[in-house]
């Protein structure tokens, strides 16, 4: 087998990761290496340097799925063959290809139900054609009850966002009090599932707010762990389906206005009675507030001229006695679900003016200039074509009512 450079430096790598303390200088020459290669004391032999070299330069990069369609290519392609249990073997070694036993589909062992109503509440959202063709796709979100079965709460909501949950747990704990946990999915509102996350204390907006009312979020691996609510959902799509079309609605407000008397019809009829008679809800203690707890917070440092940046809209602090020494300090924004916003510290509200840097040209300012009119336009026209998208770290807004972040 010739001994080419790629090949030459590829069982260079092999050799010294195999050999111990004994370095080689890659600065010598390819007959040295070939020599070295060779040598008796090497751990690893020729054969078994061509066979790594076969499997990471030709196996891997080949993208199709199986090795008895890699066999032929293999053939065709690089004038190497091999019978189908030498690929298969080390497509297995690659991590590329599952034997029959690591091939079967785990078991999910049941569960029993929690004690006590309250003690644990599985939530979830189905986005489904609740309307059916009489409105647009939209989400419901599922609070159910782990120990009895019982729906506790529905919403019909856009999307899955944090403010529509902000909003629906709001409502929930508002009617029954605070239960000791929920239990999600690993949706990105209720977990930060980026490992290589450089900030933050591990917690999303949801669990943050959670956290302040001492209640815990648990989040299911599968979603056979949380099946009760999967299940409901299932049941929901096809009972809830039906009973919207037999009374006509087709808007999420007049769907909204509809749920409590389909939750109570249907938990008189599935609900089961739990074990312990014992009701876990809590009542707010007088130190939490709901209302500050279930809004978006951020922090931000105020810069020397007494402004600060949230979602690409610049935050002008008024000049007054309590603000012009906070140069240089960090403040809290909270985003309200219903629109409102505060610039906080220490608990004190401050005074602000806006100044939005996505905010497009006024049409009418553009008739009432006519000198200045073909100028606008053209502008105007511009920041249409422009990305008019705030910022990715900023929560979606589709679950706010109204806002002062407009977009293009």
């Known amino acids: 087998m010739p001994y080419d450079a790629g090949w030459v430096a590829f069982a260079l790598r092999v050799r010294n990761e195999n050999r111990g303390p004994e370095r080689m200088d890659r600065s010598q020459s390819t007959a040295v290496l070939a020599a070295a290669i060779m040598e008796p004391r090497a751990k690893v032999r020729k054969w ?20 008895a ?5 293999l053939s065709e392609l690089h ?8 690929v298969r073997s080390w497509m297995m070694a690659e991590g ?4 029959r036993k690591q091939r079967m589909k785990p ?3 049941p569960r029993h139900r929690r004690d006590s109503v309250g003690e644990l509440v599985q939530i979830d959202g189905s986005h489904h054609f609740w309307f059916e ?6 989400t419901l979100l599922v609070y159910i009850d782990d120990a009895t079965s019982r729906l506790m709460h529905l919403q019909f909501v856009e999307t899955e966002s944090a403010f529509d949950y902000f909003t629906a747990t709001r409502a929930y704990i508002e009617r029954h009090g605070k239960p000791v946990a929920f239990y999600s999915d690993k949706h990105s509102t209720f977990r930060v599932n980026k490992a290589e996350a450089l900030g933050g204390n591990g917690m999303t907006q949801f669990g943050r707010a959670l956290h302040e009312l001492n209640i815990d979020i648990i989040c299911a ?5 949380k099946g009760r609510v999967e299940r409901a959902n299932l049941t929901l799509q096809d009972r809830l389906v039906k009973e919207l079309r037999l009374a006509g609605i087709s808007t999420r407000a007049a769907g909204n206005a509809f749920l409590p008397q389909f939750i109570a019809a249907h938990n008189a009829r599935f609900a089961k009675p739990p074990f312990n008679d014992k009701d876990l809800h809590r009542l707010l203690a007088d130190h939490e507030s709901i209302d500050d707890a279930f809004a978006w917070k951020e922090e931000r440092t105020v810069s020397n001229s007494l402004t600060l940046q949230y979602d690409k809209v610049i935050f002008i602090l008024e000049p007054n006695d309590l603000t012009r020494g906070l140069a240089r300090n960090r403040v809290t924004v909270v985003d309200y679900p219903d629109g409102r916003l505060a610039i906080r510290h220490k608990g004190v509200d401050l005074p602000y003016r806006t100044f939005d840097r996505l905010q497009q040209v006024d049409q009418a300012a553009i008739v009432e200039n006519k000198r200045l009119g073909p100028v606008l336009a053209y502008v105007a026209e511009r920041q249409k074509e422009l990305d008019m998208a705030r910022s990715k770290k900023a929560p979606r807004r ?7 972040f407009k977009t293009g």
């Open 69 to 73: 369609a890699r066999v032929p290519k």
């Open 96 to 99: 590329l290809w599952k034997d």
């Open 221 to 225: 691996n599968t979603s056979q762990a």
């Open 79 to 86: 004038d190497i063959r091999l019978c189908r249990e030498t």
């Open 107 to 109: 078991v999910h062992q």
């Open 398 to 404: 589709r679950g706010q009512s109204a806002h002062l």
């Open 133 to 138: 063709s009489r409105g647009p796709r939209c």
């Open 48 to 67: 078994r340097l061509t066979e790594l070299w076969r499997r990471q330069n030709y196996v891997r990069p080949l993208g199709y799925a199986g090795h």
